[in-house]
């Protein structure tokens, strides 16, 4: 065994022991522990891959003269945590993006959460994503997903993390979390009762349910928002699901997309970011660039029809890694207002879109796609 490989496996034994003593743990303990795993982790010298991987920049031959970054923001997505505590490796995964991103130097500005936190919307689902995301050293900001919503309508969600549509102003740039994930009501009529909703809803591609969509009263709010930003502000949306119809039978589909993106048209410089597709995925339409968020859970395949031509596909994930196609990201908001895109891959190198490769508008690449 080489002295690289030893270090790997000295380090696997010791994260095992760790795993197995946070389990039923009371919260100083929990704190404790979580810790101690940092600075175990940073002794070894193996925190966060991008510390040591070599990070592959999309269209970098065109980035000569580039804005230089005004400031960065993190990512956690789509963590899909069940009612299992500690034990289950979803929860484990999202221990890991949250050492990621405290590892950052400097840190973010802020950490953005891009939805889905729970897996059937249970309130011990959601309480454990908050206690965990609560380790984070930079401020949070939350989105809600379907997982999160359609078990009892938010009701838990709000009680947690406030109302899930809102806007902030941050150096210059105009955010906005919205609720792209409202249904028409399917359940009522059908005398449904919430897990059987709830289950309804997670299934995606059972049609049975609506579209994912923003709807009326947050296309009104949305309107008036914008009414009172200048133009020229840089604005970055936040959605769930994406702002346009990539795979309708996944519901990797908002269906009032067009509706939203008229609102945005009018702005010089717009990103959507959005989670939902785990996935390396990129797309720009007119003066809008879209980013998708990785999951931390498990990657999704890229759909059969409708993938955006700009996305660096990945190759097919190793199934036996629990990590391979899963892992966080950061996103760069240059002096221009524009921003570069990192998806921090867990098991692979990090990479960068640059927003020179939204605006030359190229394929990125024809393949694979499964």
């Given at each position: 065994m080489t002295p690289l490989e030893k270090k790997f496996v000295e380090r696997e034994n010791r994260r095992q022991q760790l795993f197995r003593s946070l389990q039923n743990c009371d919260r100083r303990t929990f704190l404790a522990l979580t810790g101690k795993f940092a600075a175990m982790a940073a002794t070894a010298g193996l925190v966060a891959p991008h510390s040591f991987q070599p990070v592959?920049?999309?269209?970098?031959?065109?980035?000569?003269?580039?804005p230089e970054v005004a400031f960065r923001f993190a990512y956690i997505s789509d963590t899909h945590l069940f009612s299992?505590?500690?034990?289950?490796?979803?929860?484990?995964?999202?221990l890991k993006a949250v050492e990621d991103v405290n590892a950052l130097d400097p840190q973010p500005d802020f950490v953005f959460f891009g939805g889905d936190l729970a897996q059937l919307g249970q309130a011990d689902e959601l309480a454990l994503g908050q206690q965990l995301l609560k380790e984070l050293k930079a401020p949070l900001k939350m989105m809600?997903?379907?997982h999160d919503w359609y078990f009892d309508m938010g009701e838990k969600w709000r009680e947690l993390f406030g109302e899930p549509t809102y806007s902030w102003d941050h150096k210059g740039v105009h955010f906005i979390t919205l609720n792209s994930v409202v249904e028409k009501d399917f359940w009522t009529a059908k005398g449904m009762t919430p897990m059987e909703r709830m289950l309804t809803v997670a299934g995606l591609d059972n049609g049975v349910q609506s579209r994912f969509e923003v709807g009326a009263e947050q296309r009104d709010w949305l309107a008036k928002d914008l009414a009172k930003i200048d133009k020229k502000t840089p604005l970055v949306?936040?959605?769930?699901?994406?702002?346009?119809k990539y795979y309708r039978d996944w519901n990797f589909w908002t269906d009032d997309a067009e509706e939203v993106q008229k609102l945005l048209f009018p702005f010089e410089k717009v990103t959507v970011i959005h989670g939902h597709t785990h996935q390396l995925l990129t797309n720009r339409i007119k003066n809008i660039g879209f980013h998708g968020l990785l999951s931390t859970a498990w990657p999704w395949?890229?759909?059969?029809?409708?993938?955006?031509?700009?996305t660096l596909q990945m190759d097919r994930v190793d199934p036996f890694d629990q990590f391979d196609g899963c892992g966080d990201g950061t996103?760069?908001?240059?002096?221009?207002?524009?921003?570069?895109?990192?998806?921090?891959?867990?098991?692979?190198?990090?990479?960068?879109?640059?927003?020179?490769a939204l605006k030359?508008?190229?394929?990125?690449t024809k393949g694979p796609s499964y």
């Open positions: 592959d920049v999309v269209h970098a031959a065109t980035s000569d003269g580039k299992k505590g500690m034990n289950h490796r979803f929860a484990k995964a999202v809600v997903g379907e949306v936040f959605s769930h699901s994406p702002l346009y395949p890229y759909a059969p029809t409708g993938l955006p031509k700009l996103v760069d908001v240059r002096t221009d207002g524009q921003v570069n895109k990192t998806y921090n891959l867990w098991s692979r190198n990090p990479t960068t879109v640059e927003y020179e030359a508008a190229k394929d990125a």
